[in-house]
């Protein structure tokens, strides 16, 4: 669509949410709160968008450094929605076209309900339309007044309401699709004498009816997608709402959840058909995973890039870390950031991993720590092995090479190097580099006193 600019109010501190951090940034299925209105803006079509920043401006331009299509406008005292919007005037001067209007915290909007919101507003040749919802509980929000005939008369805030205007449904939800022409033309003339002493946006609505320009509502079925966060229940209302669409989306495309509520997945997460993932999981950050896998439960996943048919036992935490095709990683496993696990790569309980590189078909199954380490194909490490990367001031790497096997309870204190076909002995302290194909063994020789254990006993 053409000419469509957007402008979202974003400067009230949201003290409801009685956070160090401002309402709009606070993640919600894994991305700023304000990212999901922006997002609808951008899907109808919106460009420029200006964000009304005034509480934790900074934090909030940070965000959107870089990104062309966005304008931030500073408002430094919050003296109201109309205020607000007066505010983002200037970084649209010579705009003429369509100005969608929207709140930074209504996550739930989907871009398809603005563009039809332009459509209703462009094709009835509207100079203000007002998404609208007709609401059980209305509490809170302004009410829509309309005439016998139907047509919207102005929007009453609750606090300004009386009893029998409170008793109205349908409410306003803070979204609306504006002509420029008429909203900057208009926008300075708001006044402030209400219960709130604001300048309430709400009031360009009887300005329009009054001046006899058209003015309608297009009211949505589904009240959930207008739902405004206020507050940290409203804020896991939202998110849980948010987590069905995204499951739903994913299970359509092939992939199976046990249970989706209790599966938290993040926007953004690509995963393959036929991968199966049990309850009690969270997978977010860029993360992909392939086809056929499966997650059992209580697996947490942030940015990694999993291959086909893996198998990531319960328990186990995954950060940052590649896996190519046919991985077994668990029960309870942990692997750090900068982990490559290549083909066939068993990494089983108990074990942990940083910065940590293994060839295909290469296995460390229990009780063990690879860090800085870099270990070639078809290696065993045995139970209780321990890369001793780390001496007090700096971090030193292991290098492995292809077919060694390493014993249970080796230590690996580096910088070390094992040379392929070796084989390092249970219980070895591994100091010196193993030249390829040969046996270390380190270990105290072992002394048996006989009789000693029954000759103390006999003394005491
Ligand atoms: C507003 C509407 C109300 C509607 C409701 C829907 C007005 C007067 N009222 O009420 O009719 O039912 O939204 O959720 O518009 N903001 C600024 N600067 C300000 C004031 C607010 O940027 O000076 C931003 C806030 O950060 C927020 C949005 O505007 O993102 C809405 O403000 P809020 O105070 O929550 O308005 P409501 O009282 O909910
Ligand atoms: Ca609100």
């Known amino acids: 669509m053409e000419n469509v600019a957007a402008i979202i109010l974003a400067a009230g501190k949201g003290t409801r949410m009685k956070s160090g951090l401002v309402k709009v940034l606070h993640p919600i ?22 964000l009304v920043v005034g509480h934790q401006a900074e934090a909030v331009r940070e965000r959107f450094q870089g990104a062309g299509d966005i304008a931030c406008a500073m408002q430094a005292e919050q003296l109201g929605t109309g205020h607000a919007v007066a505010c983002a005037a200037p970084a649209l001067a010579g705009f003429s076209g369509t100005v969608l209007i929207l709140c930074g915290d209504t996550p739930l909007l989907r871009g398809g309900t603005l563009t039809d919101l332009l459509a209703f507003h462009r094709t009835r040749g509207a100079a203000v339309t007002v998404l609208t919802a007709r609401m059980e509980n209305p509490h809170g ?67 329009a009816a009054q001046k ?40 359509l495309s092939g992939v199976s959840l046990i249970d989706p509520e209790q599966t938290y997945i993040d926007q953004g997460v690509v995963i393959g058909p036929d991968t199966l993932i049990h309850p009690n999981c969270s997978i977010s950050g860029p993360t992909q995973i392939g086809n056929g896998c499966l997650i059992e439960s209580g697996v947490s996943i942030s940015s990694c890039r999993i291959g086909d048919r893996c198998r990531i036992k319960a328990g186990s935490v995954l950060e940052d870390s590649e896996l190519r095709a046919d991985v077994a990683v668990g029960p309870m496993a942990h692997l750090r950031p900068g982990t490559v696990l290549n083909d066939h ?41 321990i890369t001793c990367n780390y001496d007090g001031v700096k971090k030193h790497r292991t290098v492995i090479d292809d077919n060694v096997f390493v014993g249970s309870d080796v230590q690996l204190v580096a910088p070390v190097r094992v040379g392929a076909d070796s084989l390092i002995a249970a219980g070895t302290t591994v100091t010196r580099d193993v030249p390829a194909g040969s046996l270390a063994i380190s270990r105290t020789p072992q002394v048996n006193r006989e009789g000693w254990r029954i000759r103390m006993k006999k003394k005491t």
């Open 345 to 385: 790569v068993k990494i089983g309980n108990f074990v942990e991993t940083k910065k940590t590189i293994m060839g295909e078909g290469s296995k460390a199954s229990h009780l063990t720590y690879l860090g800085d380490a870099e270990i070639g194909r078809d290696v065993n490490i045995g139970c209780g092995t």
């Open 141 to 207: 929000y302004g009410r829509v007044l309309r005439d016998e005939a139907g047509r919207v008369l102005r929007i009453v805030e609750q606090k300004d309401a009386s009893p029998q205007e409170c008793s109205v449904r349908e409410i306003n939800s803070g979204i609306y699709c504006m002509e420029a022409g008429f909203l900057f033309d208009n926008i300075g003339s708001l006044g402030n004498d209400n219960a709130q002493n604001e300048f309430y946006l709400t009031d360009l609505v009887a300005m």
């Open 212 to 251: 006899g320009a058209t003015c309608l509502a297009m009211a949505i079925e589904d009240s959930d997608e207008i739902m405004g966060v206020n507050d940290r229940a409203q804020l896991a209302q939202a998110a849980r709402i948010l987590r069905r669409r995204i499951n739903r989306d994913l299970m």
């Open 29 to 50: 299925a894994g991305r700023p709160m304000i990212d999901w209105p922006l997002e609808a803006a951008r899907g109808a079509g919106a460009a420029p968008v200006v």
